[in-house]
């Protein structure tokens, strides 16, 4: 990465770690932390994460083999960030001081959950800050949308254990919550795009990912449900068809992961209008690649075997099935997972 370089200077006395962090780190790292002025580092790392552009910022931890050296606290290129792990902890070191304290809370927990995304008293300050934020109604809209930008940052970040953070994902949640509330835009089919679908893709079979995408689901619909002849309604009904368009397009592009499937299956059985088209490309795909694995039959022998599935739809999907089966080999798990899906489809359809 080139960019901007941002050096570290001398550690002054009385800024180590406590017994608890010290006993889980091993002896090297315990002396390179001593080396660097904490506060300094603190700085820049807290400055860095609460910048604001166009697109997301993408953070990246570096390794004691990818520092540039000794002194470097981080390298930046427009909103992407490469942050040493051992200057993570330097700035955590001093975040988790400052919270105790009260002092600079929203920028000690953001440091801290860069640190660990299950850093349940990080998460928590940050609702409390925004919440008394949005009772002395002072800017509650900026907070709101700084805050999902912070959030929806490390969601998206090539970060193994944000992408999946049941934390994360929930504080996510919770600030779509307040913009419920207060009657503010929720555009869910960029959400959808650039939020549930970069994580999803960072990190496979990403449970808490497609949860987040089931309650945009229930909450757009909820929502169009109570505006009937209000002329937002055909607002509501694009996100819907936005929202379905971007994770039929995530599940096809991945067809070996079962989670896009499965929320395809949550989506369709709530909004069966749209069902038609999404089972016959599906289907036609399979044809035209061969797909015989489980997690695209699972949502095409479960499509099929619904009671509101159109029988040319249940023709087309038995076709594929009976041309994909004669090309499968003898005993493959391709031809057990089509013999399976004929036989739910027999044992489930209404």
Known sequence: MTGQVTRAGALPAGHMQSDDMSRALDDDVKKAIRHGDHEQIFTKIADALSQRYAEL???????????ADADTILLQDGPAIAVPKLRLVQ??????ALLYEKKDMSRATAVMLLMDPEHLTAANTRKRILQDGISSGTDFETRLRDELYFVDSLL??????????????GHRQWLMQRFQEHGLKIDATSIMTTVISVAAERHPRNYYAWLHARYLTTAVSETAASREGDKDKDKDKDD??????????WALRHHDDVSGWAFLMFFLDRHPEYAGPVVSETARLAASF?????????????????????????????????????????????????????????????
Request: proline share 1%; glycine share 6%.
């Open 240 to 249: 819907l068809a936005g929202m379905l368009e971007a994770a039929k397009s």
């Open 57 to 67: 910022l993408e953070v990246e931890l570096l390794g004691k083999s990818h520092m």
């Open 91 to 96: 700035a955590f070191i001093f975040a988790r």
């Open 156 to 169: 998206t970040s090539r970060l193994h254990r944000h992408t999946k953070s049941p934390t994360l994902w």
């Open 290 to 350: 061969h797909w015989r694995n489980e997690s695209v039959w699972y949502f095409l022998r479960n499509m099929a075997a619904r009671a509101w599935c159109d029988g040319d739809w249940r023709e087309e999907v038995e076709a594929t099935r009976l041309a994909l089966l004669g090309g499968a080999e003898r005993g493959s798990d391709g031809e057990r997972v089509l013999e399976q899906a004929a036989s739910w489809v027999q044992a489930y359809t209404a």
